[in-house]
């Protein structure tokens, strides 16, 4: 038998957040890094099957092509229905990628209609008359409207997809959805026969969403942030499990890499720091004027494992982050501290850590690539969106590693989340 459900995620974080959420409700999931070489077999153990790109900021024409390529894998390998995966805040421009990416994956399937909704009450992402919120403020309020790359700065969603598709886009209402699935069905009938071609769906609780999941059964397609998944896996009779998330015990040192420049992180930052925690500060511009910096945060960090976590962080404030941008352009920033912090964490393996926990969509990607795994087998969770995981080295160990989303995790995350591993797979 093949997989149940297949999805292709925009990014790294947003991936495991998306495979979490479906391993809470039941289903065993494999995250893959990138798409298997055509040919290469579905996991036998797993139900649901999370592809990780990094496409959430690439053209729209590449974003596309590597999605379309995801799809193509998923359905060979057995996949009923298709989730795709994108950031909880909707993150996208004028130009996609949410909206060239659902219609190509729509073209492909043959469907004419499906589901978006970014809603993620247990992270404060709620859609009410098709407006996201962010906790209590409108997403265009919100941190996200002064994003360098996705910067959003209207939180009504009909019209952000609408621009970004020629398919006219529609609401499926707070009314219509509180009312049950039947009622969300008899609506979406209803759309479908004025030519809507996707229907943004209002969520506020996370009973809407279970809803909305029974509702969308039989759709080829949905879209939507990791919300939606908590409602999905009943529909094939998954039930939650404690087995579901199981790892095996963690081994080896333990430590942080942190290029998330969000505020949830900063505030993580400045905990670990004020707990007395050893971080190493990485400062973009010494790695600019060519100085070895990754090699000196391992010496830092050589000395220090052996006592407890070490972090190793790019992390500033706004303010800061911007006057590095403004001398060295914000593409070539980002590629400098990403290409960085990936050598660290290549070295910090190299040390013996196999407990590492990642801060940042982007900087998770650059790392995971850099440590060649292929796939990640999903634990449990430390706090909503972010699990543990277990990946094999390429060397055969096995790496624990849990990789956050930027606005993610309580204050104390980094510490707390090695003794979560230690307690959940005693
Ligand atoms: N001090 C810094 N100055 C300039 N750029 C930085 C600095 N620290 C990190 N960066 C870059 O900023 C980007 C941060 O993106 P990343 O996706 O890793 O984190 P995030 O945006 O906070 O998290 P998420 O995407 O999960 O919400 C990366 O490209 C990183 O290399
Ligand atoms: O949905 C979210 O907010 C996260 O999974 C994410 O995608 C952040 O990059």
Not at 25 to 42: K, N, T
Not at 96 to 101: D, F, K, Q
Not at 193 to 203: L, M, P, Q, R, S
Not at 392 to 399: I, K, M, N, R, S
Request: proline share 6%; with cysteine; hydrophobic share 45%.
């Amino acid at each position: 038998m093949g997989i149940r459900l297949g999805c292709i995620a925009d990014d790294f974080t947003g991936a495991t957040d998306l495979a979490n959420n479906l391993v809470r409700a039941g289903m065993r999931v494999i995250q893959l890094i990138d798409v298997p070489q055509a040919g290469a077999e579905a996991p036998l153990d797993a139900d649901a099957v999370v592809i990780a790109l990094k496409s959430r900021t690439s053209p729209a024409s590449d974003a596309v092509e590597a999605s379309l390529r995801a799809l193509q894998w998923l359905r060979s390998a057995g996949a009923e229905q298709i989730y795709f995966k994108y950031c909880s805040t909707f993150d996208s421009t004028r130009a996609g990628n949410i909206g060239p990416v659902t219609e190509a994956l729509m073209d492909t399937l043959g469907t004419d209609f499906t589901v978006a909704t970014p809603a993620f009450p247990d992270n404060g992402r709620t859609v009410f008359k098709g407006h996201l919120f962010v906790g209590d403020v409108l997403l265009s309020e919100s941190g996200m409207r002064h994003h360098p790359l996705t910067p959003m700065t209207d939180s009504n969603l009909v019209s952000v997809l609408g621009a970004q598709t020629a398919r006219p886009v529609g609401l499926i209402d707070h009314t219509v959805v509180a009312a049950g699935a039947d009622a969300i069905g008899e609506r979406v009938v209803a759309l479908r026969e004025e030519g809507i071609g996707a229907a943004i769906v209002d969520a506020v609780s996370n009973d809407d969403l279970v809803r909305l999941g029974a509702a969308v059964k039989g759709l080829p397609l949905v879209t939507a942030g990791s919300g939606l998944a908590i409602g999905l896996p009943a529909n094939w009779g998954f039930e939650p499990s404690p087995g579901a998330a199981r790892l095996p015990r963690p081994t080896g040192h333990q430590a942080v890499v942190s290029g998330s420049v969000s505020s949830a992180t900063n505030g993580q930052v400045r905990e670990f720091l004020r707990s007395g925690g050893p971080a190493f500060s990485v400062d973009p511009l010494r790695i600019a004027d060519g100085e070895d910096v990754a090699g000196q945060a391992l010496a830092f960090a050589a000395a220090r494992l052996a006592d407890g976590p070490v972090l190793v962080y790019s992390t500033e404030a706004p303010d800061a982050v911007k006057s590095v941008q403004g001398r060295l352009g914000v593409a070539e920033a980002g590629e400098l501290v990403e290409q960085t912090l990936a050598r660290v964490a290549q070295g910090l393996v190299g040390l013996g850590v196999r407990q590492l926990v990642v801060a940042g969509g982007e900087t998770s990607g650059a790392v995971v690539q850099a440590l060649g795994l292929t796939g990640l087998r999903i634990g449990p969770q430390i706090d909503p969106g972010v699990p543990w995981c277990a990946a094999a080295l390429p060397g055969g160990d096995t790496l624990h590693i849990a990789l956050k989303s930027g606005n993610f995790g309580g204050p104390d995350f980094f510490a707390s989340s090695f003794a979560h591993l230690a307690r959940e797979t005693a």
